[in-house]
C-alpha cells in the first residue's frame, strides 16, 4: 500500500452516520474524528446506544444502506482512502488489513462449518493459498490462541464461550491485519476467562505490531490495555486523548460521571454518584451539548450550541464549553 | 444480637442428565442475618444462580434445609409454599425476558397482589401499584406502558416494584445489574440499598461482579462449581483473600485505576464439567498451589479466622 498517511495507521474526519426509518432518523454517529498512529490501542468508550459498533461498522464500510447513510470527509486506512473502493477491493482488505472481533461469540461463529474452516476461509480467500494449506494455518492460528489444533475439526457448539472468543480472534488476526478492530470482545466472558482473552490479545498484538480500537464499556479494561481513549456519548466524541490525561485529568463531566457510577473497590462505603436521567433517543437528540440534560454543571449556554472538541494541550481535547472557566472543575471520587 | 433470618443447611442440587450426575449446588450451608447482605459470588457454572432458586423452591432442592424464620421450607406444602413465597421474593438478571411483553406496568406489578388477594378492588389496587412505582422511582405516567416501551433501568425497577409488593422480608437479586449500563447500575444498587435502610430488607445478592458486591455486601461466599470455597465478611475477604480461587478472582478485576499495578494471577484452562466429578477438591485442575493432599479428596470448609472460612487443603 502507499504510505502517505503522516505515520497514522487509521485517519477519520467527520464521520456522520444516521439511520433513515419510518419513524424518522436516528443519528447514531454525528461527526467524528478519529487518529491512530501504528501499534497503538485506542480505547472507545461509552454506553449502550453511544454510536461506538457503528463506528467500527462504518470504519469497515459494513453500515447496512438501507436504512443506513454513511458520510465522510476522509476515510484512509494506512493511507488508502476506502471511501473510492468498491465492494471487491473491500473484500480484499476486509478480514486481511483490518479485521473486527465482535461482541458475541455466540453468534459470531457458523455453527455448520467446523472452526478449522472458519479460519481457514479468510486465509484461503486472502492469501490465495491451497484449501490444505490454508487448514494447516487454521491450526496454526488456534496454537496461538492456546487451542489444541486436534480440536480444528470440532464445531462452534463443543467450545466454552472463551474458547470461542479464541476461535474468533484466531479469525481475526488469521491475516495478520494492520488494523484490528475489537467490539466488546471480552463482555459475555466471566472475569478469569476475560482476564486470559485480553492477556491474549496484548501477547498477540505486541507480536504482530498490531494497531487497535478497542470497543468497551469497562475503564477497568481501559486501563490495562489502550494507549489512547476516546469517550463517546450520543454519537460524538466528547473527551479523548492519552490514558493518562483523560483518567487522571478528567475535563468533561461525562466521563467524571462514568468514573463516579462504578463500585470502588477500595472504599466500600463510599456511595454510588449515578449520572441522572438517560441517555437521549438517538432520533431526538437535544440541542446543544447532548449531555446538557444530565450534567450537573449545565448553564443555559450549554443548550445553545453544540460544542466543539477542543485541545487543552496537544495530548488532551474536550468537547465542553465550560472547560476552562476558572471555577470550574470536575469531582472524581478518589480512586486510591 | 444474632438473629438469623435464613438458614441453608447441606443444600444439594443435583440434576440428572444423558452423561451421568450433574453437581449443579453441592452440600452448602450458609447463615444470613435480618437486615443484611449475603454476596453470592462465582463465575458462570458455579451454582449460584440454582441457589438462589433452590432456596425459593422455585426448583425442588434434591436435599437439605432451608430454615426460613425457623420453618424448614422444604417441608411446606405446595399451598402453605405459595403463602410463604410472600415473604420471600426474587428480581431476576434480564429484565428484558422476565416481564410479561403483553402486560402493561400496571398489570405487572399488580399482579401479584391480585394473585394473592390482598387487595381486591381494582381502584385500591392502582393506589397501590402507583405507590409502588413511587418507591422505585418510575414516573406515574408510566403505569399504562408496556416493558418493549422502556429502557433496561425502567425495567428493572418494574421487577423490583413487582418483588416489593407482597412487602417480603427476603429478596434474592439475582444479578440485577449486569444487564445494566454502567451509568444505570449505580441508580439501581443505590435504590436497592435505600430500599434496604427504609424497609429493613435481608437480600442475597448473586452476581460475578466483585466490585458490585464489595459495595453492596455484608458477608460474602464465593463458589466454585457447585461448592462453597471461601466465606467472610466483606472486608476480611477483600483485604485478605486466602483461597487461590478467591485471590486469582480478584486479582482478575480490571481497575480503572492508573496508579495501580497488580500482579495478576491468571488461572490455566477452563471451569471443568459439573458432571461425574472427581473426588477432589474442585478448583484443583486449576489451581496454581495445587499439592497431592488436593488430589485425594475434598477440602472441608474451616474457620481459619473469626467468620472466615476457607475450603483448602494448602490453607487450613
Do not use: W
Request: aromatic share 6%; with cysteine.
Amino acid at each position: 500500500m502507499t504510505k502517505n498517511n503522516n505515520g497514522l495507521i487509521l485517519e477519520v474526519n467527520n464521520l456522520v452516520v444516521r439511520y433513515e426509518t419510518m419513524d424518522g432518523i436516528v443519528r447514531a454517529v454525528n461527526g467524528i474524528d478519529l487518529k491512530l498512529g501504528y501499534k497503538r490501542t485506542l480505547g472507545l468508550v461509552g454506553e449502550t446506544g453511544a454510536g461506538k459498533t457503528t463506528t467500527a461498522l462504518a470504519l469497515l464500510r459494513l453500515v447496512p444502506d438501507p436504512p443506513g447513510i454513511v458520510e465522510c470527509e476522509k476515510l484512509e486506512i494506512d493511507g488508502e482512502n476506502i471511501l473510492t473502493f468498491d465492494s471487491d477491493k473491500l473484500d480484499q482488505i476486509r478480514g486481511k488489513d483490518i479485521s473486527m472481533i465482535f461482541q458475541d461469540p455466540m453468534t459470531a461463529l457458523n455453527p455448520v462449518y467446523t472452526v478449522g474452516e472458519q479460519i481457514a476461509e479468510s486465509i484461503e480467500l486472502h492469501e490465495h493459498v491451497s484449501k490444505t494449506e490454508a487448514l494447516k494455518r487454521a491450526g496454526d492460528m488456534l496454537e496461538l490462541v492456546g487451542i489444541p489444533r486436534s480440536r480444528a475439526n470440532d464445531y462452534p457448539h463443543q467450545f466454552s464461550g472463551g474458547m470461542k472468543q479464541r476461535v474468533v480472534i484466531a479469525i481475526a488476526l488469521a491475516c495478520n491485519p494492520q488494523l484490528l478492530l475489537a467490539d466488546e470482545p471480552t463482555t459475555a466472558l466471566d472475569v478469569t476467562i476475560q482476564a486470559q482473552v485480553l492477556e491474549l490479545m496484548h501477547e498477540l498484538k505486541e507480536k504482530y505490531n498490531t494497531s487497535m480500537i478497542m470497543i468497551t464499556h469497562d475503564l477497568g479494561i481501559v486501563a490495562e490495555i489502550c494507549d489512547e481513549v476516546a469517550v463517546m456519548y450520543a454519537g460524538r466524541i466528547v473527551e479523548e486523548g492519552t490514558l493518562e490525561k483523560v483518567f487522571n485529568h478528567t475535563k468533561h463531566p461525562y466521563t467524571e460521571g462514568l468514573f463516579n457510577s462504578l463500585p470502588n473497590v477500595k472504599d466500600r462505603k463510599a456511595k454510588l454518584k449515578p449520572i441522572k436521567g438517560l441517555m437521549p433517543d438517538p432520533m431526538d437528540l437535544p440541542p446543544g451539548c447532548a449531555f446538557a440534560p444530565r450534567c450537573d454543571y449545565a448553564t443555559e449556554a450549554c443548550t445553545q450550541k453544540v460544542p466543539t472538541l477542543t485541545s487543552i494541550d496537544e495530548a488532551h481535547r474536550v468537547a465542553c464549553i465550560r472547560y476552562d472557566e476558572p471555577d470550574f472543575h470536575i469531582e472524581r471520587r478518589i480512586l486510591s | 444480637m444474632s438473629d438469623p433470618i435464613l438458614e441453608v443447611r447441606n443444600l444439594k442440587k443435583y440434576f440428572k442428565t444423558s452423561r451421568g450426575m450433574l453437581h449443579a449446588v453441592d452440600d452448602i450451608s450458609f447463615t444470613i442475618e435480618r437486615g443484611k447482605t449475603l454476596g453470592l459470588v462465582g463465575e458462570s457454572g458455579c451454582g449460584k444462580s440454582t441457589t438462589g432458586r433452590a432456596i425459593l423452591r422455585l426448583i425442588e432442592p434434591t436435599s437439605g434445609e432451608v430454615i426460613f424464620e425457623g420453618v424448614d421450607i422444604c417441608k411446606l406444602s405446595g399451598e402453605q409454599m405459595r403463602k410463604k413465597r410472600k415473604d420471600m421474593q426474587i428480581i431476576f438478571q434480564d429484565p428484558f425476558s422476565s416481564l410479561d411483553p403483553k402486560k402493561t406496568v400496571n398489570q405487572i406489578i399488580a399482579e401479584p397482589i391480585r394473585e394473592n388477594r390482598i387487595i381486591r378492588d381494582k381502584h385500591k389496587r392502582e393506589d397501590r401499584v402507583l405507590e409502588l412505582m413511587e418507591t422505585v422511582g418510575l414516573a406515574e405516567r408510566l403505569i399504562n406502558t408496556y416493558p418493549h416501551e422502556l429502557d433496561g433501568g425502567r425495567r428493572q425497577r418494574i421487577g423490583i416494584a413487582r418483588a416489593l409488593a407482597m412487602e417480603p422480608k427476603i429478596i434474592i437479586c439475582d444479578e440485577p445489574v449486569s444487564a445494566l449500563d454502567v451509568s444505570i447500575q449505580a441508580q439501581i444498587l443505590n435504590l436497592l440499598k435505600e430500599l434496604q435502610e427504609s424497609m429493613g430488607l435481608t437480600y442475597i445478592f448473586i452476581t460475578h461482579d466483585l466490585a458490585a458486591v464489595n459495595h453492596f455486601s455484608d458477608d460474602i461466599t464465593v463458589m466454585y462449581l457447585g461448592k462453597i470455597v471461601e466465606k467472610a465478611p466483606v472486608e476480611d475477604l477483600f483485604t485478605n483473600p486466602i483461597h487461590p480461587y478467591t485471590r486469582a478472582l480478584l486479582s482478575a478485576i480490571p481497575v480503572p485505576d492508573l496508579s495501580e499495578k497488580r500482579r495478576r494471577i491468571s488461572l490455566k484452562g477452563e471451569i471443568t464439567s459439573p458432571v461425574n466429578l472427581p473426588d477432589e477438591c474442585r478448583f484443583a485442575p486449576r489451581c496454581y498451589e495445587c499439592i497431592d493432599r488436593c488430589r485425594q479428596g475434598i477440602p472441608p470448609l474451616v474457620e481459619v479466622a473469626p467468620n472466615h472460612f476457607v475450603s483448602c487443603f494448602v490453607h487450613s
